[in-house]
């Protein structure tokens, strides 16, 4: 059964998005970023250096990848109207590179930091300020918390992809993986060697399986 999967990578650009960029480019597949404004415009990652970052997401651009709004900070618990204006912020920051990138947008996707939470069984609120922007959430079926390995795991993680996409085409389902090329600055930091070595793998995996890549979410792919 054929299998398809969207590669989705949470809070870059950082220093491992060129390694992922280079991976992904060799074997001809795409992905979607849901990148941080405060690691792009900022680019404390990088001691600073914005034009870095900005280059790394010209490159994703032009390479045909999908760039997608996970907010400014990544803070949360966050104030709705704070909310709104990270989330309009980003989208001004993506637009402003994509500009000079000469891409145009075919819309943005959005992903919450954190993803959707569920407290007390209540749902997450600020699903309802998303939508009030028009934005749905773009959800996986699959986190790996690849923000918690080390260098040495991404046989492992690797493997862990594989299953799960493996998993999902036996029952006829689109897999949609959830990885971090950056972080957020905390005690993870933002290198992700791990998840490039992992994409590797399954790309490589992907090509003897005849597994397809998709853009996130489907419908605008
Ligand atoms: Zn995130």
């Not at 480019?25 to 404390?44: D, I, Q, S, V």
């Not at 930091?113 to 300020?129: F, I, K, Q, T």
């Not at 998993?167 to 998840?195: E, F, I, K, N, Q």
């Amino acid at each position: 059964m054929a299998g398809l999967y969207a590669l989705t990578y949470d809070d870059g650009p950082g220093p491992s998005t060129e390694a992922l960029l280079d991976v992904l480019e060799a074997a001809g597949a795409r992905a979607t970023f849901f990148l941080l404004g405060r690691n792009l415009c900022e680019a404390p990652w990088a001691d600073g250096d914005v034009a870095r970052a900005r280059a790394l997401v010209v490159r994703m651009l032009r390479a045909g990848h999908r760039v997608g709004n996970h907010t400014m900070t990544h803070r949360f618990p966050i104030e709705a109207g704070e909310l709104v204006a990270e989330i309009t912020a980003m989208d001004g920051a993506l637009a402003d590179v994509a500009r000079e990138a000469g891409v145009a947008l075919d819309g943005v996707p959005f992903r919450l930091p954190y993803g959707v939470r569920l407290e007390a069984g209540a749902m997450d609120p600020r699903l309802a300020v998303a939508a009030g922007q028009g934005r749905a959430h773009v959800h996986w079926s699959a986190d790996f918390e690849d923000w918690t390995l080390a260098a040495g795991d991404g046989a492992r993680l690797g493997g862990e992809m594989i299953a799960h996409v493996r998993a999902c085409a036996a029952v006829g389902r689109d897999a949609v993986l959830d990885l971090h090329d950056s972080g957020t600055g905390g005690r993870w930091g933002y290198a992700r060697p791990a998840t490039v070595e992992a994409t590797a793998l399954l790309l490589a995996e992907a090509r003897v399986a005849g597994w397809r890549w998709f853009l996130a979410p489907r419908a605008g792919g």
